[in-house]
């Protein structure tokens, strides 16, 4: 307790923001949280926000094809949001313009603009979509929009003949907080208007790891030995 | 030691993402157990993969495939290379994948002294014995 008033206090007086430099496990669903397949409900159907009018159409069937239905079979990126909680490593780097996270899984990074800019504008969607970060007071917050459609589906395929979609309006807010000198708070919330009533939310902690400092953080090529693209495990 | 080590942990760890679903390659109804020796370990990225030659009651001798954590997920857990090695007795359980193939998930190994580690992914299903 004494070491978080040190790491505070100054802060506090300078007008700085914290800084969550370090590594990190992945962000765990707090207890109590798990249930059914896996501890990320945040995918779970029964945590969604109700549907408005006509946004069942978010459920597309499942179209046998593997490279609807399962993409990531061929490595393709998780990508935001799910890939952000793989139980792998991260690394969390700050300054005052940017954050950067080096995720171990599929050594997916993300860098924050910190600085007050905008979203850009003209891009494709993107695996990771397009973040940027601003500050409410201790809290950094992390706006992530324009991604590509897949990034919301089932993973746990709780229902076989559901394939889950978003649309173009999808936006994950992350909210980052110093819980303790050794844990981040992280909410992940889904947003997405054109489908759900309202946005719904999971929180996270972020255990730092300095023991894992001289691991580091490990490569992660998913090329390079993948056995089950399409789901046919091709063995040796 | 280090075996329990791992174990302990492993238990300890929540659930997450790999790279792909495991519903979608493994069929989670169709159980696998086998016994072989250990022929060839893939130390890899996305997934470590390890073959064992199981021998039938005929004496035919089948190579079963089986895929684990990543690397990085395990080591992290203290499992590291050294742990399986080729020419070691093990004895495996997973469950097989969905192409009909002597290809499986590796959710568990256990040595003939009793020692046991997981090799799966966080999220993947485990079999459901404890032993």
Not at chain 1, 5 to 28: M, R
Not at chain 1, 108 to 125: A, N, Q, V, Y
Not at chain 2, 62 to 90: D, E, S, Y
Request: glycine share 10%; net charge neutral; proline share 7%.
């Amino acid at each position: 307790m004494r070491l978080l008033w040190v790491l505070l206090i100054p802060l506090a007086l300078l007008g700085q923001k914290p800084d969550f430099s370090g590594i990190y496990e992945w962000p765990k669903a707090l207890p109590g949280a798990e249930h059914g397949k896996g501890s990320a409900t945040i995918f779970d159907r029964r945590n969604f926000a109700p549907f408005k009018p006509g946004g069942e159409a978010f459920l597309e069937p499942r179209t046998g094809d593997p490279r609807h239905d399962e993409p990531r079979d061929f490595c393709l990126p998780a990508g935001m949001v799910a890939g952000m909680l793989s139980a792998n490593a991260v690394r969390l780097v700050q300054n005052g313009q940017f954050l950067a996270i080096a995720h171990e899984f599929q050594a997916m990074t993300r860098l924050i603009p910190l600085d007050g800019r905008k979203h850009r504008e003209g891009l494709e969607p993107m695996f990771n979509g397009d973040p940027v970060g601003h500050w409410e007071g201790d809290t950094l917050v992390i706006e992530t929009t324009n991604f590509k459609r897949w990034m919301l589906d089932d993973y746990f395929y709780t229902n076989p003949k559901e394939y889950r979609m978003h649309s173009d309006a999808l936006r994950a807010v992350e909210r980052i907080h110093r819980k303790d000198a050794s844990t981040l708070s992280y909410r992940m919330t889904i947003d997405d208007p054109k489908i759900f009533t309202e946005p719904w939310s999971q929180d996270f902690e972020m255990k730092a790891r300095p023991d894992w400092e001289s691991m580091g953080i490990f490569e992660y090529v998913c090329e390079e030995n993948n056995r089950c693209p399409g789901g046919k495990c091709g063995g040796q | 030691m280090r075996l329990r080590l791992a174990v302990s942990l492993l238990l300890a760890s929540a659930a997450g993402f790999a790279h792909h679903s495991f519903v979608a390659e493994f069929d989670e109804t169709k159980p696998v157990k086998v016994t072989g020796v250990v022929t060839k370990v893939e130390w890899q990225n996305p997934h470590v993969w390890f073959y064992v030659d199981v021998k039938d009651d005929n004496g035919k001798v089948t190579n079963w495939g089986f895929g684990g954590g990543a690397p990085g997920q395990l080591m992290r857990r203290g499992i590291t290379k050294q742990v399986i090695q080729p020419g070691m007795t093990i004895k495996v359980e997973g469950f097989r994948s969905r192409d009909g193939s002597n290809n499986a998930s590796g959710g568990k190994v256990t040595f003939p002294d009793g020692r046991m580690v997981f090799t799966a992914s966080a999220e993947d299903k485990l079999p459901e014995s404890k032993k």
